[in-house]
T-cell receptor
Framework: DTEVTQTPKHLVMGMTNKKSLKCEQH?????MYWYKQKAKKPPELMFV???????INESVPSRFSPECPNSSLLNLHLHALQPEDSALYLC??????????????FGPGTRLTVL | GEDVEQSLFLSVREGDSSVINCTYT??????LYWYKQEPGAGLQLLTY?????DMKQDQRLTVLLNKKDKHLSLRIADTQTGDSAIYFC???????????FGGGTRVLVKP
């Protein structure tokens, strides 16, 4: 099973709202990722958690706040977003070992619209 | 720096073979991937190849790697309408956390 789940599927929020995106995997993977994808573009890396610790932050604005409560769960907390933050937010996980474990598996994404 | 490039668009007739091409610049790339993305969906891993391989076949999919020219291709045999999607190639290093994606190739399969 190579399933990564994300909730909600769609989210509409105002610029003053606080919301959270959730990602879950039960494959025992030790690295988890958040990506942002705009239409007709490749995914852009935002954050990487490795063994539940933040290992990479690609200079993401502080209105995006990641959290990794345990090895299966990854959250992205959103606050005071701008309309240009509207995008598809993708979560991915990786086993964290060499060989096949270097492969990232993606979830279906959350389509975020900021009004 | 790292760079991965793909052509933007490919049109193919149902039943024909499709070939999607990708070039990369980083000679230390060790893993090369093909992902498929249908409209409104996430990325589906199709296949991957290690840099010490020249070819990998998986049912209708054939990946060819020319490491000397840093060129990767994905051939889809007997292309179906369900193969219409955006295809991304990506590369990563041996112990790297990061994927570098190409810009994606939109494949349109015509009946």
């Amino acid at each position: 099973d190579t399933e990564v789940t994300q909730t909600p599927k769609h989210l509409v929020m105002g610029m003053t709202n606080k919301k959270s995106l959730k990602c879950e995997q039960h494959m025992g993977h030790r690295a988890m990722y958040w990506y942002k994808q705009k239409a007709k573009k490749p995914p852009e890396l935002m954050f990487v958690y490795s063994y539940e610790k933040l290992s990479i932050n690609e200079s993401v604005p502080s209105r995006f706040s990641p959290e990794c409560p345990n090895s299966s769960l990854l959250n992205l907390h959103l606050h005071a977003l701008q309309p240009e933050d509207s995008a598809l937010y993708l979560c991915a996980s990786r086993a964290g070992t060499s060989g096949r474990g270097n492969t990232q598996y993606f979830g279906p994404g959350t389509r975020l619209t900021v009004l | 720096g790292e760079d991965v490039e793909q052509s933007l668009f490919l049109s193919v007739r149902e039943g024909d073979s499709s070939v999607i091409n990708c070039t990369y610049t980083d000679s230390s790339s060790t893993y090369l991937y093909w992902y498929k993305q249908e409209p409104g969906a996430g990325l589906q891993l199709l296949t991957y190849i290690f840099s010490n391989m020249d070819m990998k076949q998986d049912q209708r999919l054939t990946v060819l790697l020319n490491k000397k020219d840093k060129h990767l291709s994905l051939r889809i045999a007997d292309t179906q309408t369900g193969d219409s999607a955006i295809y991304f190639c990506a590369e990563s290093k041996t112990a790297g956390n990061k994927l570098t994606f190409g810009g994606g190739t939109r494949v349109l399969v015509k009946p």
